[in-house]
C-alpha cells in the first residue's frame, strides 16, 4: 500500500489505480453501520468511493452532501475485511478528509487545530481537564443538567432547551472519575526476562490510568521488564480529522522519543496501536530519513492482547461462574487485522476454568459500536442507532461481562448499558486478567 495520506490540495490526491480497484459489487455494505443505519449509498464505502472519485477527477465540485458523505464515515475499516478485491478504503477515506479540511469553518478548523495540536499532546492541561470532570461528577452534574431539563421542559423555551439537551445527551459518554488521582506507576522489577517500551498515550494515561496499570501488572506477572520513555499523543484523532500536518508533526516526536532504545512497544489501546502501527504511511522516500525510522518503530509496536494471546498459565479460582463476551474493537480487528488472538485467548481461558468461566460468542463481534473516537460527539444520533444494534447482540448473549480492548469502546458500550437498560459489566482485557490474577491469589 502507498502512504495512507498526502499533503493537503482542495481535492484528493489519489493514484487512479488505487480509486479503480472498486468494483462496486457491494459486499461492503454490511459491513458498514452508517449504510444499514440509513440505506442510504452515499454512507456506504462504494458511495463514498463513487464520490471520491468524481472529486478527484474533476466531474464533481465540493458541496454539502459530499461532506457529509465523508464525515459521517466512523473508519471502522469494516469495509476493508469485507471487501474481497482488497480495495485501500483507509487510504481513499483518509484522502478525502484531509481535502475536506480546506472547505471547513475558519472557526471549526481553528478550534479542531487547538484541540489537536495544543490540548491532546499537553499532559497539563489534559489533567486540568481530569480535574475538572472529576469536579463535575463530584458536585453531581449530570444530576444537575437533568433537573434544569425537567425544569425546562414544559416551558416553550427552545433557544435553552436544546443546549442543555444535547449536553445531557452527550454526558453519557464521559469517562468514570476514580478517587485515585495519583498519576504514576508502580516501577518495573527491572529483573525479567524480556524487555518492552510502554505506551500509555494521553487521554488513555490520564482518563484509564488504572487500566494502563493493569497492563503493567500482567507485563511484570509475565517476567518482562518495561520502561516508559517520553512520548506524546498518537496522533489518531488529528489524522482522522484530515489534520496531516499535526498528525505527522506527533508522529516524529514519538519516533525520536522511543528511538532511543530497539524494544518492542507495547499499547494498552487498540486505537493508540493501530495508528501507531500505520507511521509507517505517513511518509514515503522523499520525507527522508524519517521514512526509514517511521518503517522501523512501526514494525516494534505491539498490541498488548497479542502478548496476552501468549499466556500459557490462565488458570484461576473463582467465587462463581462468569459468562463472558467479547466485543472486537475495529481498530484491533480491522486497522490491525488481529482476529484470532483474543479469541484463542478466551478459550484458553475457558479450557483451563470450565467450573468458572464460559466463552459465549457475541453475534457480530466485530461490527463498530458506534463509538469511533470522537463520532459519537459530532454524530450522537447515527452512534446511538449504531449502539443500539450492537446492545440488542450483548443482551442476547445473556452476559456477565462484555471485554473490549479500546477506551473509546468502554465508553461507548458503558453508555448502551444504562441507555438501553442491558444488565453486563464492561471491562478491558487488561482489567479482566489483572482482576483473576488478584483474585486467584487471594
Not at 458498514?32 to 464505502?45: A, G, K, M, Q, R
Not at 477515506?93 to 475558519?106: D, E
Not at 485515585?180 to 518492552?196: A, D, M
Not at 482476529?339 to 484463542?344: L, V
Request: proline share 4%.
Amino acid at each position: 500500500m502507498d502512504k495512507i495520506i498526502n499533503t493537503n490540495k482542495l481535492f484528493p490526491d489519489l493514484k487512479p489505480e488505487v480509486l479503480d480497484s472498486c468494483i462496486h459489487c457491494g459486499l461492503c455494505l454490511p459491513a458498514c453501520p452508517t449504510y444499514l443505519s440509513d440505506l442510504n449509498e452515499n454512507h456506504s464505502p462504494r458511495g463514498r468511493i463513487h464520490l471520491i472519485k468524481a472529486w478527484f477527477e474533476n466531474r464533481l465540485e465540493y458541496s454539502d452532501k459530499l461532506a457529509d458523505s465523508l464525515d459521517t464515515c466512523l473508519m471502522c475499516l469494516g469495509c476493508e475485511t469485507a471487501c474481497p478485491s482488497g480495495v485501500h478504503y483507509e487510504e481513499i477515506i483518509n484522502n478525502g478528509k484531509i481535502a475536506l479540511t480546506n472547505y471547513k469553518s475558519p472557526f471549526l478548523r481553528i478550534f479542531s487545530r487547538l484541540v489537536f495540536k495544543n490540548i491532546l499532546p499537553n499532559y497539563f492541561i489534559l489533567k486540568l481537564n481530569y480535574y475538572f470532570l472529576w469536579i463535575w461528577q463530584f458536585i453531581k452534574g449530570k444530576e444537575f443538567i437533568d433537573l434544569m431539563l425537567k425544569f425546562f421542559q414544559p416551558v416553550n423555551l427552545p433557544g435553552i432547551v436544546k443546549p442543555i439537551a444535547k449536553l445531557a445527551q452527550l454526558q453519557m459518554f464521559l469517562p468514570p472519575i476514580a478517587n485515585n488521582l495519583v498519576f504514576q506507576f508502580k516501577p518495573s522489577s527491572i529483573n525479567g526476562k524480556k524487555s518492552l517500551n510502554f505506551f500509555h498515550g494521553c487521554v488513555m494515561e490520564l482518563f484509564f490510568h488504572d487500566i494502563n496499570q493493569s497492563t503493567l501488572n500482567i507485563l511484570t506477572n509475565n517476567d518482562f521488564d518495561y520502561l516508559i520513555p517520553q512520548q506524546t499523543c498518537c496522533g489518531a484523532l488529528a489524522l482522522h480529522a484530515g489534520e496531516i500536518d499535526i498528525a505527522k508533526d506527533l508522529a516524529m516526536r514519538n519516533i525520536a522519543y522511543f528511538g532511543l532504545t530497539v524494544n518492542p512497544i507495547v499499547v494498552s489501546g487498540s486505537g493508540c496501536a493501530a495508528m501507531l502501527k500505520h507511521y509507517d504511511q505517513l511518509f514515503d522516500e522523499s520525507d527522508g530519513e524519517i521514512f526509514n525510522q517511521a518503517k522501523e518503530f512501526s514494525n516494534r509496536v505491539v498490541d498488548i492482547t497479542q502478548i496476552i494471546a501468549q499466556i500459557d498459565q490462565c488458570k484461576f479460582k473463582l467465587k462463581q461462574k462468569i459468562r463472558i463476551g467479547y466485543h472486537a474493537a475495529c481498530h484491533l480487528a480491522h486497522a490491525q487485522k488481529i482476529h484470532q488472538e483474543p479469541i484463542d485467548f478466551f478459550e484458553k481461558l475457558q479450557a483451563q476454568n470450565p467450573d468458572f468461566i464460559e466463552f459465549v460468542a457475541i453475534q457480530d463481534a466485530e461490527f463498530c459500536c458506534g463509538s469511533a473516537g470522537i463520532y459519537n460527539l459530532l454524530h450522537t444520533d447515527s452512534s446511538l442507532a449504531i449502539l443500539e444494534r450492537k446492545m440488542q447482540f450483548i443482551r442476547d448473549a445473556n452476559l456477565d461481562l462484555v471485554v473490549t480492548s479500546n477506551p473509546g469502546c468502554l465508553l461507548q458500550l458503558q453508555a448502551g448499558l444504562t441507555l438501553f437498560n442491558v444488565d453486563v459489566k464492561v471491562v478491558h482485557i487488561c482489567e479482566l486478567l489483572d482482576t483473576l490474577i488478584n483474585q486467584s491469589n487471594n
